[in-house]
Structures are given as C-alpha cells and as structure tokens.
C-alpha cells in the first residue's frame, strides 16, 4: 500500500511563487513516471507537468515557462516550482506516481489535492 501527501499550497498574490511536494510512502521498489494535475470548478482535470523515471519533462503549455517539475528518487519525493503565478492558474493541485512496489507490477496513486489560490 502507498500513500502519496501533498503539501505548499495556499494563497498567493499575482506574481508571487510556490512550491508544491508530493512524497509517497509505503510499499515502494520504484517510481515511475511523475506528474503534476490540477481541477478547477468546472474544468476538467488537465496535466500540468509530468517527468519519466528518466527525467524526461512535459508541461502544458499554459505553464511552460513558469512552472518546474523536479524528482527526488531519494525522497520519493515529486515537486512542483510554480513562478509568476497567475489567476488562472487557481485550482486543486493533485500529484500522480507510477509504483512498482515489487519490480513486478505498478499501480497509480494520487495525492490528497492541495488547493492553490493566486489572487489578483
């Protein structure tokens, strides 16, 4: 069993910066790919940024630029820099790991959801 917990979200002006974490716990051999979602009311979920287990990244375009996803293997840790926040960019941020508890089999988990507000 894997628990994945987000923390840094929170209110934040226009312009300002955050940084999100996500460290998984459990039952873990090795992670997969990494990434980044968010939801907005009324939107679908949208993938902000992902990274393989090789450090490849993606990021959506609305982020590209202002957003960086980095790994910490060490710490089964996943983070999100997130600069130049904008209004849009309000939503509840959720992280997604690939985990191979075994080396045999992987299973999706996904964060709680920290909420980041970004005032105008």
């Known amino acids: 069993q894997v628990q994945l917990v987000e923390s840094g979200g929170g209110l934040v002006q226009a312009g300002g910066s955050l940084r999100l974490s996500c460290a998984a716990s459990g039952s873990i051999f090795s992670i997969g790919s990494m990434g980044w979602y968010r939801q907005a009311p009324g939107n679908q979920r949208e993938m902000v940024a992902g990274?393989?287990?090789?450090?490849?990244?993606n990021y959506a375009g609305s982020v590209r630029g202002r957003f960086i996803i980095s790994r910490d293997n060490a710490k089964n840790t996943v983070y999100l820099q997130m600069n130049n926040l904008k209004p849009e960019d309000t939503a509840v941020y959720y992280c997604?790991?690939?985990?191979?508890?075994?080396?045999?089999?992987?299973?999706?988990?996904w964060g709680q959801g920290t909420q980041v507000t970004v005032s105008s």
């Open positions: 997604n790991m690939n985990v191979w508890p075994d080396g045999t089999r992987y299973s999706t988990y």
């Open positions: 990274i393989t287990s090789g450090g490849r990244t």
